[in-house]
C-alpha cells in the first residue's frame, strides 16, 4: 500500500488547471506523482491514490455547491410563500393556540375558536370574547403559515350575528364599542347588522355591529 501526504499541509480543490507530475518525495523515500493544486502538491507512491482522492474532493465540492444552491432555492421558495400569504391563513393555522390581540387601550388573550372575516373569537379561562377584526391594532403568537389555496370558496365563516345569537338570553354580555363606552346587558334579539341589548334597569338599546370593538361573555 502507498502512502498518501499532503505537501505544505494543505490541498486545494481540483481546478482546471490542476495536472499530475511525477516526483519524489526525499523526507519519505517515496517515488510516484502527485496531483498539483494552485502551486500545492499531494503525494502518493501510487497514482491511483492521487486521482482517488482528487475525485472524492471535487464530488465533495460539487455536493456542498449542490446543497447550497438546493437551500438558497429553498430560502428563495419560502419568501415568495410568505410574500403571498394573508394574516387570514396564519389566523387560521392558529386555530386551538394561544393569541395575543392588542386594541386601543388593551389586550386580550384566549385560544383562538374561530375565525371570521370581520371578528375573531377567543376563549379564555375567565371569559370568551369576540372581536372586531377591524380593532385589532396588532397580534402576537401568530405561526408562519402558506398561503390556503382553493379552500375559502363555499367556507361558512363565523359571523357577528351567528357568536351573538348564541350568547342571547344567557348572561350578560359587556360590549365595549368604538368610542371606548362601554354597555353590559342581556342579548334580547340579533339582526344582520344590530344587536339589541336589555340593561339592568330594562331599557334596551339597539347597537350597531359595525360600532362595536369587542364583546365579552364572562365564564
Same mark, same amino acid.
Given at each position: 500500500m502507498g502512502r498518501f501526504l499532503l505537501v505544505d499541509n494543505?490541498?486545494?480543490h481540483a481546478n482546471i488547471g490542476s495536472k499530475l507530475v511525477t516526483c519524489t518525495d526525499h523526507t519519505h523515500g517515496i517515488h510516484g506523482c502527485a496531483w498539483?493544486?494552485? =502551486? /500545492?502538491?499531494?503525494?502518493?507512491?501510487?497514482p491511483c491514490e492521487v486521482m482517488g482522492f482528487v475525485v472524492a474532493q471535487e464530488a465533495s465540492r460539487l455536493q456542498s455547491i449542490t446543497d447550497e444552491e438546493?437551500?438558497?432555492?429553498? !430560502?428563495?421558495?419560502?419568501?415568495? &410563500? +410568505? !410574500?403571498?400569504?394573508?394574516v387570514d391563513d396564519r389566523l387560521r393555522a392558529a386555530l386551538g393556540r394561544r393569541l395575543y390581540c392588542h386594541? $386601543?387601550?388593551?389586550?386580550?388573550q384566549g385560544m383562538v375558536r374561530?375565525? =371570521?372575516?370581520?371578528?375573531?373569537?377567543?376563549?379564555? &379561562?375567565?371569559?370568551?370574547?369576540?372581536?372586531? /377584526?377591524?380593532?385589532?391594532?396588532?397580534?402576537? =403568537?401568530? $405561526?408562519?403559515?402558506l398561503r390556503f389555496e382553493g379552500d375559502v370558496a363555499g367556507r361558512v365563516t363565523v359571523t357577528w350575528s351567528a357568536m351573538l345569537r348564541e350568547w342571547a338570553q344567557e348572561s350578560a354580555v359587556q360590549f365595549t364599542m368604538c368610542d371606548g363606552e362601554c354597555l353590559s346587558g342581556v342579548i334580547e334579539a340579533v339582526g344582520a347588522d344590530f344587536v339589541d341589548v336589555r340593561h339592568p334597569d330594562g331599557n334596551v338599546?339597539?347597537? +350597531?355591529?359595525? =360600532?362595536?370593538?369587542?364583546?365579552?361573555r364572562p365564564r
Open positions: 494543505a490541498f486545494a498539483e493544486f494552485e =502551486g /500545492r502538491r499531494a503525494v502518493a507512491s501510487d438546493v437551500l438558497l432555492d429553498a !430560502q428563495a421558495i419560502a419568501e415568495a &410563500e +410568505m !410574500q403571498r400569504s394573508r386594541l $386601543p387601550g388593551i389586550t386580550v374561530e375565525v =371570521g372575516a370581520e371578528i375573531l373569537v377567543l376563549d379564555s &379561562e375567565v371569559a370568551a370574547y369576540v372581536i372586531s /377584526r377591524a380593532s385589532v391594532l396588532s397580534l402576537a =403568537g401568530l $405561526p408562519h403559515a338599546v339597539s347597537l +350597531m355591529l359595525t =360600532g362595536v370593538r369587542f364583546a365579552v
